[in-house]
């Protein structure tokens, strides 16, 4: 039960570290751009090499069917 409570304290530790860093850094938490659900939005300031082939072929598709 010890080795639980240390844990679980340890984890809201750094729970409360990364929401104050992402408070004071009005930035969003970066993650991969490319997603794994069709139509996920890109919070990137400049879009990683997957996204930008997702975006062209989606493009694409929606250019053929007009």
Known sequence: M?????TFVLMLVVIAIMAI?????????KGSCGGGMSKA???????CDK????????QAKNSIQV
């Not at 010890?2 to 240390?6: K, N």
């Not at 860093?21 to 938490?29: E, N, Q, S, T």
């Open 21 to 29: 860093g992402v408070i004071f850094g009005r930035r969003a938490i």
């Open 41 to 47: 939005e890109c919070v990137c300031v400049e879009k």
């Open 51 to 58: 996204r930008k082939k997702l975006d062209a072929a989606a």
């Open 2 to 6: 010890t080795y639980f409570l240390v």
